[in-house]
C-alpha cells in the first residue's frame, strides 16, 4: 500500500467514538473562554471545527454510499457524539456573537437527535432483551449528555436575545436529560470502573453537563421573568446536586485509574477527556449561576487537568497514527502498530 493511501485506510478505520475528539476539544475552548484565556481558546475552537467539517463530510458521504453502516454506526450510542459536539460548538460561537450560526447548529442538532436516539434506544431495547445478565459501557450515558447538550445550547441562545421559548424549551429537555440518566444508569457495567477503557467516565460526564444546563438556565432569567422563585429555589438546589455528584464520580474514576492503570491508547479516551473537561466547565458555570466565586479555583484547577489530559490523548492517538501508516507501508510483514482504533 502506498504513503498516500495509509491515512485514507486510518480514516476508513475510524470508529464512531472519533466523535468524542470533537466534544472534548470542544468543551476545552468553551472552558478556556470562562476563564479568560481567550487566544487558546478560539485555537480549540478552530480544531473542533475542522474536525467537525471533516467528521461531518464523512457523515454525509457515508450515508449516501454505504448507508448500512451509516444505519449500523448510527444507532450505537457513539453516534450521539454528532449532536452532543454540535451543541458545544454551538454553545461555543453564541459567545462570539455569531448567534445565526449557533441557531443553524441548534437546528441542525435538533434534526439529528430524535433520528439517533430513537436507533440508540431500539438497539439498547435489543441488548436487553438478548442477553439479559449483561451490562452495557459508559457510552451509553451519551443518550443523557446529547440530550442536555441541546439543552445547554437552548437556554443559552435564549439568554443571548432574550427570548423565551428556547428557555422553556430547554427546561423540558433538561428534565428529560435527567430521566433517560436514570435506565442508562441500571444498564451501565460498573465493572467498566475498572476495566473501561475510557468511556467509563461518559457517566460523571453525563451528570456534569446536566450541572452545567442547569445553571444555563438560572442565568437565562435576565430580561423576561421566567422562573418564579420556587423555581430557581429547585434549579439552584438541583443544579449544585449535579455539580455534587459529577464530582463524585470524577472522584472516584480517578482513583480508579490509579488503582488500575490502563496506558494503552485507545479512541475512547477522548470520552475521557471530555468528561473532564465538562467537569471544569460546570464548576466554573456553576459558580456564576449560583453566586458561589469559591468554586471558580477549583474549577480552573480541573480545567487545566483537561487540557493536560488532551495533549496527552492526542499525542498518543499522533503516535497511533503513524505506527498504523508505518503498518500499511511495510505491506504484510511490516509492524503491528498501535491498536488500530486511532
Given at each position: 500500500?502506498?504513503?498516500?493511501?495509509?491515512?485514507?485506510?486510518?480514516?476508513?478505520?475510524?470508529?464512531?467514538?472519533?466523535?468524542?475528539?470533537?466534544?472534548?476539544?470542544?468543551?476545552?475552548?468553551?472552558?478556556l473562554?470562562?476563564?479568560?484565556?481567550?487566544?487558546?481558546?478560539?485555537?480549540?475552537?478552530?480544531?473542533?471545527?475542522?474536525?467537525?467539517?471533516?467528521?461531518?463530510?464523512?457523515?454525509?458521504?457515508?450515508?449516501?454510499?454505504?448507508?448500512?453502516?451509516?444505519?449500523?454506526?448510527?444507532?450505537?450510542?457513539?453516534?450521539?457524539t454528532?449532536?452532543?459536539?454540535?451543541?458545544?460548538?454551538?454553545?461555543?460561537?453564541?459567545?462570539?456573537?455569531?448567534?445565526?450560526?449557533?441557531?443553524?447548529?441548534?437546528?441542525?442538532?435538533?434534526?439529528?437527535?430524535?433520528?439517533?436516539?430513537?436507533?440508540?434506544a431500539?438497539?439498547?431495547?435489543?441488548?436487553?432483551?438478548?442477553?439479559?445478565?449483561?451490562?452495557?459501557?459508559?457510552d451509553?450515558?451519551?443518550?443523557?449528555?446529547?440530550?442536555?447538550?441541546?439543552?445547554?445550547?437552548?437556554?443559552?441562545?435564549?439568554?443571548?436575545?432574550?427570548?423565551?421559548?428556547?428557555?422553556?424549551?430547554?427546561?423540558?429537555?433538561?428534565?428529560?436529560?435527567?430521566?433517560?440518566?436514570?435506565?442508562?444508569?441500571?444498564?451501565?457495567?460498573?465493572?467498566?470502573?475498572?476495566?473501561?477503557?475510557?468511556?467509563?467516565?461518559?457517566?460523571?460526564?453525563?451528570l456534569?453537563?446536566?450541572?452545567?444546563?442547569?445553571?444555563?438556565?438560572?442565568?437565562?432569567?435576565?430580561?423576561?421573568?421566567?422562573?418564579?422563585?420556587?423555581?430557581?429555589?429547585?434549579?439552584?438546589?438541583?443544579?449544585?446536586?449535579?455539580?455534587?455528584?459529577?464530582?463524585?464520580?470524577?472522584?472516584?474514576?480517578?482513583?480508579?485509574?490509579?488503582?488500575?492503570?490502563?496506558?494503552?491508547?485507545?479512541?475512547?479516551?477522548?470520552?475521557t477527556?471530555?468528561?473532564?473537561?465538562?467537569?471544569?466547565?460546570?464548576?466554573?458555570?456553576?459558580?456564576?449561576?449560583?453566586?458561589?466565586?469559591?468554586?471558580?479555583?477549583?474549577?480552573?484547577?480541573?480545567?487545566?487537568?483537561?487540557?493536560?489530559?488532551?495533549?496527552?490523548?492526542?499525542?498518543?492517538?499522533?503516535?497511533?497514527?503513524?505506527?498504523?501508516?508505518?503498518?500499511?507501508?511495510?505491506?504484510?510483514?511490516?509492524?503491528?502498530g498501535?491498536?488500530?482504533?486511532?
Amino acid at each position: 500500500m502506498s504513503g498516500s493511501s495509509s491515512p485514507r485506510a486510518w480514516w476508513a478505520r475510524r470508529p464512531p467514538a472519533a466523535g468524542a475528539a470533537v466534544l472534548a476539544t470542544g468543551v476545552l475552548s468553551v472552558g478556556l473562554h470562562l476563564v479568560g484565556y481567550e487566544v487558546l481558546s478560539r485555537v480549540a475552537l478552530a480544531l473542533a471545527g475542522a474536525a467537525w467539517v471533516a467528521l461531518g463530510a464523512d457523515f454525509a458521504v457515508r450515508l449516501v454510499r454505504q448507508r448500512e453502516r451509516w444505519w449500523a454506526e448510527a444507532r450505537t450510542p457513539d453516534g450521539l457524539t454528532a449532536v452532543a459536539a454540535t451543541t458545544v460548538l454551538g454553545t461555543r460561537v453564541s459567545a462570539l456573537g455569531w448567534q445565526t450560526l449557533a441557531w443553524a447548529l441548534l437546528a441542525l442538532s435538533a434534526v439529528l437527535w430524535p433520528l439517533l436516539l430513537a436507533g440508540v434506544a431500539r438497539q439498547v431495547l435489543r441488548h436487553v432483551a438478548g442477553h439479559r445478565e449483561r451490562r452495557m459501557p459508559g457510552d451509553v450515558f451519551l443518550c443523557c449528555v446529547a440530550t442536555q447538550g441541546l439543552a445547554v445550547l437552548a437556554a443559552t441562545l435564549g439568554r443571548a436575545e432574550a427570548t423565551t421559548w428556547p428557555a422553556y424549551t430547554a427546561l423540558a429537555l433538561f428534565w428529560l436529560g435527567l430521566v433517560l440518566y436514570v435506565p442508562m444508569l441500571v444498564l451501565f457495567d460498573w465493572r467498566q470502573v475498572a476495566q473501561g477503557a475510557g468511556d467509563q467516565w461518559v457517566a460523571g460526564g453525563a451528570l456534569a453537563i446536566s450541572a452545567l444546563a442547569g445553571a444555563r438556565l438560572i442565568t437565562a432569567d435576565r430580561a423576561e421573568y421566567l422562573w418564579n422563585a420556587d423555581d430557581r429555589g429547585v434549579l439552584r438546589v438541583l443544579t449544585v446536586g449535579l455539580l455534587v455528584l459529577s464530582l463524585c464520580w470524577y472522584g472516584a474514576l480517578l482513583a480508579a485509574e490509579v488503582l488500575w492503570p490502563r496506558p494503552r491508547y485507545d479512541t475512547r479516551r477522548w470520552a475521557t477527556v471530555f468528561p473532564m473537561g465538562m467537569t471544569a466547565v460546570a464548576m466554573l458555570a456553576v459558580a456564576r449561576a449560583v453566586r458561589v466565586p469559591g468554586l471558580r479555583g477549583p474549577g480552573e484547577v480541573l480545567l487545566w487537568v483537561a487540557v493536560g489530559a488532551w495533549l496527552a490523548v492526542a499525542v498518543a492517538a499522533l503516535a497511533t497514527t503513524r505506527a498504523f501508516a508505518g503498518s500499511t507501508d511495510s505491506g504484510p510483514s511490516g509492524p503491528s502498530g498501535g491498536t488500530g482504533r486511532g
